[in-house]
T-cell receptor, first 113, second 114 residues
């Protein structure tokens, strides 16, 4: 089974802090994704990566950046956290193209105070 | 870009009753379709997928879904629900023209009442 591990289940940070969310997958998948999930809005794609050091903007990239230095690890960075970034963050990975399912981690519930 | 509509944000249903969760997507020549389930405080788990072939797809936990190209729908059904089916359900579409991206619906919260 594919295992996608997010480093923290719950995280509390202060406004203006730089925040790192880490995600690791153990199946050598090419593609990795970061989503945020908010009630009534479903999942919205922040960034994705289809290879090491490659990244593409999703639908809501503002205020975020990403890093993929190794194939198994995809980091989401909040450059200067704001209260409107309080949310559930989900990482996913996928092997191959769009006919393959995405595999999700358990999520990080991030609160910005 | 695709858009995915889940018409019902909340669906209450009594235990052992049948349920249908509706999903419609914007038109395309061909798409790949998925249903995911999310239990409280967990990530999303794949229930089933449609890639091609038979329009009736069977998944885990007794769920099935029917692909209807003319109505651009992919509704999820279960003939008899259990308390343990209480969860959030997401429909997702992958459009080959946009390669890597999945488009998710806003989710349907299924509550099974004892």
């Amino acid at each position: 089974d594919v295992k996608v591990t997010q480093s923290s289940r719950y995280l509390v940070k202060r406004t203006g802090e730089k925040v790192f969310l880490e995600c690791v997958q153990d199946m050598d998948h090419e593609n990795m994704f970061w989503y945020r999930q908010d009630p009534g809005l479903g999942l919205r794609l922040i960034y994705f990566s289809y290879d090491v050091k490659m990244k593409e903007k999703g639908d809501i990239p503002e205020g975020y950046s990403v890093s993929r230095e190794k194939k198994e690890r995809f980091s989401l960075i909040l450059e200067s956290a704001s209260t409107n970034q309080t949310s559930m963050y989900l990482c996913a990975s996928r092997q191959g193209g769009g006919n393959q399912p995405q595999h999700f981690g358990d999520g990080t519930r991030l609160s910005i105070l | 870009a695709q858009s995915v509509t889940q018409l019902d944000s909340q669906v209450p249903v009594f235990e052992e009753a049948p349920v249908e969760l509706r999903c419609n997507y914007s038109s395309s020549v061909s798409v790949y379709l998925f249903w995911y389930v999310q239990y409280p405080n967990q990530g999303l788990q794949l229930l089933l997928k449609y890639l091609s072939g038979s329009t009736l797809v069977k998944g885990i936990n007794g769920f099935e879904a029917e692909f209807n190209k003319s109505q651009t729908s992919f509704h999820l059904r279960k003939p008899s629900v259990h308390i343990s089916d209480t969860a959030e359900y997401f429909c997702a579409v992958s459009d080959p023209d946009t390669g890597n991206q999945f488009y998710f619906g806003t989710g349907t919260s299924l509550t099974v009442i004892p």
